[in-house]
């Protein structure tokens, strides 16, 4: 049974009346619950988190199964529970929440917004009853719960009537309203350190710590107070292995920014080496580190023979994980063969990359951001800056880039067996029609790309622009996106700033007829090219027809639907489900009339069973899906909601397998009121992943959130130009152009027209 599926049978065993002698539910405990339970409320079988514990020990398929016990009912209270003491009753309640939490935060088909829920209810608990310890585990698990792939609430992007009722106030660990996720972030892990400080437990301390640090130097924060206080609660680790690899984390990162001569950082260096003896750490690691100092200290022959010596002892291992880390470092110590050495690393890389664990298990920080992106990034680079105007070594370096945006959207998913397409190449590409990689780097902005008017058919180069970086690139797009979906109103000098740096170059190539299609690096996917904005005053969707693709291997130019047979499902109701409180859709019938129109298949209120009964009987060509849509990051926690039950993507996909069982394939996917995570990239790549994974060719959706009339508005247009026999990407331009430049001016705002962009196929 699958993931979603094992929630939904346990939400349907805990409905009211399911047993005469019942407790509520995890959702009715822990899901913010009110402040006056009734007393059979509180005492908790106790042993119902215990076996929760015993089953999430084994991995994901655990975290289900302990999710869907906790999701089910608890029967058969005594009277002697019952009459327990209150104080001892929320103690229960605050550690079953916990436990709840952390399965819904680790399950497959877990809620990551409905983990921070019960998790911010356990800490709350927890604080109440005075247990430091509890409340710090909570507050942590919180914080992995908002890192792991989701805002802060789950709800659709249509403006909502009403909202959910807040979280419970915890002192200093206020969300940060109104700010990017990395801030939010921030603060989340920001409260876990200080739970933990209050709890006195090093390894929590030691972990809040690390991460927060990295979110700090991110934003170039200066971090010397986190690794000095994060090395101190290390050396008190328990565990020699846990310890040992919470210095190498630590020592790493401060070496990273800047902190590699301090006294504190040498000690830890001491303190690992004496652990690396003993078995607990890694000697190829210590030498590591070692060569990390030295390079600090500017002993580079030091750091050149320590290197070295970590390279030999990591080859001699089954899984040597670290090589690729390692040949940067050495690029580092000898500048003079760096490219040699960068090129030596991405190898190493590509031998590993399909076997590493996506996850650190101590850390639970992504094994891609540590140990893949950087490597990758620095290939890129080191290939471009000897590249000059080379076809064979620009085609290389696009390659490399290809493979990156390929292993990113793969790790995003989760879904390593979705195939990979042969890539879209420049011979693909028709008259007219421009293939943009944007490439942002540490010190600059690169502009590879391609035409069909190229009669050469390969990849061309953009001088680079060292005036910018990838760092101010993504202050840019978060303050674009930010504003254009509703937190401020200064959208258009970051819009014009984005122009320039990434459209400008490439303006002359484009016109009336052009289609551009991008492949969007980072920061860039959250934004709406849409609405980029040159001198003159003119958005980018007058310039030419837009689409947007995650990689080249998961992308087709696509062919153009000249009959297009059309299945529309539409969701009003308010729902509660197991993965997420969601509020009445206002419209979305109507929306879903008008898709459908008098030749389509229309569902009101759909279901599973309505939904899977329609793609069995017709083959359809275009799926509109008027309702909410979460992307959580994974694909097996991405799902459509309709009605009293989640349709996971993978779920979706095995329903329009039928299609392509006829020869049909989904050319279309449009959802209308889908969520993602406003200034997250890693969220947006969920949007992008939902046409690969639900086997469409291409999708339609929203960046952000839009007025019911706004989004009818647009709807209406886009399939009138549709449906007479205008591609995906044209219809899309035409009906974006329509509103913004509409004669009454009622849908000229850019924060309701280019809200919704194309993804995949454009033709």
Request: aromatic letters at 4%; glycine letters at 8%; hydrophobic letters at 45%.
């Amino acid at each position: 049974m699958a993931g979603i599926e094992i929630l939904a049978v346990a939400y349907a065993l805990a409905a009211p009346g399911a047993a005469e002698a019942r407790l509520p539910d995890a959702i009715t405990l822990c899901d913010r619950p009110a402040p006056d339970l009734p007393a059979a409320a509180l005492p908790l079988a106790s042993d119902r988190a215990t076996r929760a514990r015993s089953l999430m020990r084994g991995g994901d398929n655990g975290a289900d199964a302990a999710l869907a016990l906790l999701l089910s009912p608890v029967n058969g209270t005594s009277a002697a529970e019952a009459a327990q003491g209150e104080r001892a009753s929320l103690a229960q309640l605050a550690e079953y929440c916990l436990v709840a939490g952390e399965a819904m935060r680790r399950a497959r088909s877990g809620s990551q917004a409905r983990a921070q829920d019960f998790l911010r209810t356990a800490q709350a608990l927890a604080e109440q009853t005075g247990d430091k310890a509890l409340a710090a585990r909570a507050a942590w698990e919180a914080a992995l719960a908002m890192a792991g792939g989701a805002p802060p609430t789950a709800s659709g992007t249509r403006r909502r009537s009403a909202e959910s009722a807040p979280p419970p106030s915890l002192p200093g660990c206020a969300p940060g309203d109104g700010e990017g996720q990395g801030r939010r972030l921030e603060a989340a892990f920001a409260c876990a350190l200080d739970r933990a400080t209050q709890a006195d437990d090093p390894a929590l301390i030691a972990l809040s710590a690390l991460r927060l640090a990295r979110l700090e130097k991110a934003r170039k924060a200066d971090i010397a107070s986190r690794i000095a206080q994060g090395l101190a609660a290390s050396v008190r680790v328990e565990k020699p292995a846990d310890r040992a690899s919470l210095l190498r984390a630590l020592v790493m990162l401060a070496s990273d920014a800047g902190l590699g001569t301090t006294d504190m950082v040498r000690a830890a260096v001491d303190l690992y080496a004496d652990l690396a003896r003993t078995g607990a750490g890694d000697v190829a690691s210590h030498a590591a580190l070692e060569a990390r100092i030295a390079l600090a200290e500017g002993n580079r022959a030091a750091a050149r023979a320590a290197i070295r010596r970590a390279i030999f002892l990591e080859s001699q291992k089954a899984l040597p994980q670290h090589l690729p880390q390692y040949g940067l470092l050495l690029a580092d110590a000898e500048p003079e063969r760096a490219g040699e050495h960068v090129i030596a690393a991405y190898r190493a890389l590509e031998r590993v990359r399909a076997v590493l664990m996506p996850v650190d298990p101590l850390t639970e920080e992504s094994r891609f951001d540590l140990l893949v992106r950087p490597v990758f990034e620095r290939a890129i680079g080191t290939t471009l800056a000897v590249a000059g105007s080379d076809t064979g070594t620009l085609d290389q370096a696009q390659r490399i880039a290809e493979a990156y945006r390929s292993a990113e959207l793969q790790n995003s998913l989760g879904a390593e067996c979705v195939p990979l397409r042969n890539p879209v190449t420049p011979a693909d590409l028709k008259p007219g029609e421009v293939l943009l990689y944007p490439l942002l780097l540490e010190d600059r902005i690169e502009l590879l790309y391609a035409t069909g008017d190229d009669k050469t058919k390969g990849y061309r180069r953009m001088p680079p622009d060292r005036s910018r970086s990838r760092a101010s690139i993504a202050a840019l797009a978060q303050r674009m996106t930010a504003s254009l979906s509703g937190a401020s109103s200064d959208w258009e000098t970051a819009s014009r700033e984005l122009h320039a740096a990434l459209i400008a170059p490439i303006a002359p190539l484009l016109g009336p007829d052009a289609t551009l299609i991008i492949v969007p690096d980072g920061p860039l996917r959250q934004i709406s090219f849409a609405a980029l904005m040159d001198a003159q005053g003119t958005y980018l969707m007058e310039q030419a027809r837009l689409a947007v693709v995650p990689a080249l291997s998961f992308a087709a130019p696509g062919t153009r639907d000249a009959d297009p047979a059309i299945i529309a499902a539409s969701l009003e109701k308010e729902l509660d489900l197991p993965v997420g409180r969601f509020t009445r859709l206002e419209g979305t019938a109507s929306e879903a009339a008008m898709a459908a129109g008098q030749d389509g298949v229309l569902l009101t209120d759909f279901d599973r069973s309505d939904l899977a009964a329609a793609l069995a009987k017709r083959p359809a060509s275009v799926l509109h899906l008027a309702t909410h849509a979460a992307f959580n990051g994974r694909t097996e926690r991405s799902f459509i909601v309709a009605n009293g039950e989640a349709i996971s993507l993978p779920e979706l996909r095995a329903m329009l397998s039928t299609n392509r069982l006829r020869g049909q394939q989904l050319q279309l996917l449009v959802l209308s009121a889908c969520e993602t995570a406003v200034g997250d990239d890693d969220q947006a790549m969920g949007l992008a992943g939902a046409a690969v994974e639900a086997g469409a060719a291409s999708a339609l959706a929203s960046l952000w959130e839009v007025s019911d009339a706004g989004t009818a508005a647009l709807m209406q247009a886009f399939y009138r130009h549709y449906r007479a026999g205008e591609g995906r990407a044209r219809s899309l331009q035409l009906a974006q152009i329509e509103l913004a430049r509409g004669g009454d001016g009622q849908w000229t705002d850019p924060g309701i027209w280019s809200a919704f962009t194309l993804v995949g196929s454009w033709r």
